[in-house]
């Protein structure tokens, strides 16, 4: 059973830069052919895909974030991070990690329970 558990600070001043790390466990984030993802959900809005991290290691990310997110792995941990640099209260949201599978017509198969982060005004 593949499990993704989210963990970070909840809150984040503005300007500053938030920072989450998605821990898995039941498959290496390396495997063939799968991309580790992040998606947010601001309040009372929908699911923001972010970008995603390759099993090679390759990252992409959404061109509305692109400026300020860097997506890293550590595969000594079997982590993947998500570093969001100059937020704003518009970055509140609840961020979740999740597999992506190899094709991206499919989705994601599995989600972090998700994390909640509060950019302070």
């Known amino acids: 059973q593949v499990q993704l558990q989210e963990s970070g600070p909840g809150l984040v001043n503005t300007s500053q830069t938030l920072s989450l790390t998605c821990t898995v466990s039941g498959d290496s984030i390396t495997t063939n052919y799968y991309y580790w993802t992040w998606i947010r959900q601001p309040p009372g809005k929908g699911l923001e895909w972010m970008g995603a991290?390759?099993?090679?290691?390759?990252?992409i990310h959404s061109p509305s974030i692109q400026s300020r997110a860097s997506i890293s792995r550590d595969t000594s941990k079997n982590q993947f991070t998500l570093q969001l640099s100059s937020v704003t209260p518009d970055d509140t949201a609840v961020y979740y990690c999740?597999?992506?599978?190899?094709?991206?017509?499919?989705?994601?198969?599995?989600w972090g329970e998700g994390a909640l982060v509060t950019v302070s005004s």
């Open positions: 999740a597999r992506l599978l190899p094709y991206w017509r499919y989705g994601m198969d599995y």
């Open positions: 991290i390759a099993y090679t290691g390759s990252t």
